[in-house]
């Protein structure tokens, strides 16, 4: 089975404060992990997805395979990065077809 | 607009009652994908559809199904409505479907069912 865990339902970071969000993955084989933001009415989008290594709107993540995560960091936090922040893995659950699991997302507020 | 669009943008319906949710992928894309984001559940995977055939199921009730037409739309239908239903849904669509793409979903901007 696979599963993304995202512990922290809820997290506020003052302007220009380093910000992480937490994201450990369980799937047996080679994961692909990304990372999708939906602002506040708005779609849910791609940020990010760890195969590209890219940096967008100044967010990294980087998969740590030993660790199975995917963390996602900003090393000064803007406040137009409030949102829902959702890690999602795209594997093939027990030879179905491949599929795209989404953690339970993380609620980032950053303040004044 | 050539992003994925659903309709309608709300529902509100009784219990026991049956309503179609309507979704119509990028222009190109084959797959489309149903989910369901509610409070306590998260975002939840229903169901793909792969140029009109069913092609991985998740956590889909019975009392719900879908299909994607010729035209690529596809229609979401949940029957025997309950309160616990009222949720949002969202549709998306992607070009891969059958090889093993790299993930990137196109979402829509969902439906807001709520059950009475």
């Known amino acids: 089975a696979q599963r993304v865990t995202q512990p922290e339902k809820l997290l506020s970071v003052f302007k220009g404060a380093p910000v992480e969000l937490k994201c450990n993955y369980s799937y047996s084989g080679s994961p692909e992990l990304f990372w999708y933001v939906q602002y506040s009415r708005q779609r849910l989008q791609l940020l990010l997805r760890?195969?590209s290594r890219e940096s967008i709107k100044g967010f990294t993540a980087d998969l740590n395979k030993g660790e199975t995560s995917f963390h996602l960091k900003k090393p000064f936090a803007q406040e137009e990065d409030s949102a829902m922040y959702y890690c999602?893995?795209?594997?093939?659950?027990?030879?179905?077809?491949?599929?795209?699991?989404f953690g339970s997302g993380t609620q980032l507020t950053v303040l004044p | 607009d050539s992003g994925v669009t659903q309709t309608p943008k709300h529902l509100i319906t009784a219990t026991g009652q049956r309503v179609t949710l309507r979704c119509s992928p990028r222009s190109g894309d084959l797959s489309v994908y149903w989910y369901q984001q509610s409070l306590d559940q998260g975002l939840q995977f229903l169901i793909q559809y792969y140029n009109g055939e069913e092609r991985a199921k998740g956590n889909i009730l019975e009392r719900f199904s879908a299909q994607q037409f010729p035209d690529l739309h596809s229609e979401l239908n949940l029957s025997s409505l309950e309160l616990g239903d009222s949720a949002l849904y969202f549709c998306?669509?992607?070009?891969?479907?059958?090889?093993?793409?790299?993930?990137?979903?196109?979402f829509g901007p969902g439906t807001r069912l709520t059950v009475l």
């Open positions: 998306a669509s992607s070009v891969e479907g059958l090889a093993a793409g790299w993930g990137e979903q196109f």
């Open positions: 760890h195969i």
């Open positions: 999602a893995l795209s594997g093939i659950p027990s030879g179905s077809a491949r599929q795209l699991t």
